[in-house]
């Protein structure tokens, strides 16, 4: 069974950066796939923070526009989350999956960004 693994993750003061890392070990998921970041905060819904085609072609939502890119390696099957001018609004947990369209199955664990102010 595929399975989507977030890491990078952690606790970083308002301005800081963090580079966050999608893989599915053991399979060519992510090569061959458009694949998204995905955050849910507390008390809120899950949405969409930026996307990237197997072309590398980008989308990204407006309140992380010009803070964050989204990348690929296809020889290492990952896709990338650089944060860079992190605030305390975009603490939350940061998941992968498909994009646009994430399917159930390929929820992973997550991980914890955390901005402090």
């Known amino acids: 069974q595929v399975q989507m693994v977030e890491s990078g993750g952690g606790l970083v003061q308002a301005g800081g950066s963090l580079r966050l890392s999608c893989a599915a070990p053991g399979s060519i998921l992510i090569r061959i796939r458009a694949v998204g970041w995905y955050r849910q905060a507390p008390g809120k819904q899950r949405e969409l923070v930026a996307g990237i085609t197997v072309g590398g072609s980008t989308n990204y939502a407006d309140s992380v526009k010009g803070r964050f890119t989204i990348s690929r390696d296809n020889v290492k099957n990952t896709v990338y989350l650089q944060m860079n001018s992190l605030k305390p609004e975009d603490t939350a947990v940061y998941y992968c999956?498909?994009?646009?369209?994430?399917?159930?199955?390929?929820w992973g664990q997550g991980t914890q960004v955390t901005v402090s102010s």
């Open positions: 999956n498909l994009f646009p369209t994430p399917l159930d199955r390929y």
